[in-house]
């Protein structure tokens, strides 16, 4: 997990809890080094423990606050941290859409250690894509789930979201399917 979306994880915390919550999921969770090195990366494990700590203290199921943290990573720390870069990705999110692999590709390069998923994009209709998320790691879905939500919202741009598959092959491939309703 990049050190930026770990420390996004620990400001959607401290910013929907409190300061108390965030130290809680840390000493749970055993975390014991510099959270706020965003050029650190993270074991993806720890992640999914910080999150899963984080449900059991605020009762709140994980699927649902990673889906959050994804909304929140892209709505606060990217626009924070990159101010419009999202709009380099194009000017609608249909666009955008299309561009999402080359943008992802862009943005990794910005990241030092990581081992980014890969995407792939497949037009099936006018405004209905296949988005094919091929990953290492286990559990993040509905961190891009949320992503996505937060990205359509900056467009001010309806969506409907579904996963359609969910395989195992060598990499974890879940296909989502987007369709912009507008």
């Known amino acids: 997990m990049a050190g930026l979306i770990f420390t996004?994880?620990?400001?959607?915390?401290?910013?929907?809890?409190?300061?108390?919550?965030?130290?809680?999921?840390?000493?749970?969770?055993?975390?014991?080094?510099?959270?706020?090195?965003?050029?650190?990366?993270?074991?993806?494990?720890?992640?999914?423990?910080?999150?899963?700590?984080?449900?059991?203290?605020?009762?709140?199921?994980?699927?649902?606050?990673?889906?959050?943290?994804?909304?929140?990573?892209?709505?606060?720390?990217?626009?924070?941290?990159?101010?419009?870069i999202i709009f380099a990705g194009g000017l609608s999110l249909e666009e955008f859409i299309n561009n999402l692999p080359k943008f992802h590709s862009k943005m990794l390069s910005?990241?030092?250690?990581?081992?980014?998923?890969?995407?792939?994009?497949?037009?099936?209709?006018?405004?209905?894509?296949?988005?094919h998320y091929y990953s290492n790691r286990t559990g993040m879905i509905e961190f891009l789930i949320g992503i996505l939500e937060g990205i359509a919202q900056i467009f001010k741009t309806p969506i409907a979201l579904k996963i359609q598959d969910n395989q195992t092959l060598h990499k974890q491939h879940d296909i989502i399917e987007i369709l912009i309703l507008q």
């Not at 130290?23 to 080094?33: D, G």
């Not at 889906?67 to 606060?76: A, E, Y």
């Not at 910005?110 to 988005?131: C, G, S, Y």
Request: aromatic share 10%.
């Open 8 to 84: 996004s994880f620990k400001n959607f915390i401290t910013s929907n809890f409190d300061g108390i919550v965030w130290l809680n999921v840390k000493k749970l969770a055993q975390l014991n080094f510099d959270e706020d090195d965003i050029n650190q990366s993270f074991d993806d494990q720890i992640g999914i423990l910080m999150v899963n700590t984080l449900s059991t203290l605020v009762n709140i199921p994980s699927n649902t606050l990673l889906n959050q943290m994804g909304v929140f990573f892209v709505q606060k720390t990217i626009q924070e941290k990159y101010g419009n």
């Open 110 to 131: 910005l990241l030092q250690n990581t081992d980014p998923p890969d995407l792939v994009v497949e037009r099936i209709e006018a405004k209905k894509f296949l988005l």
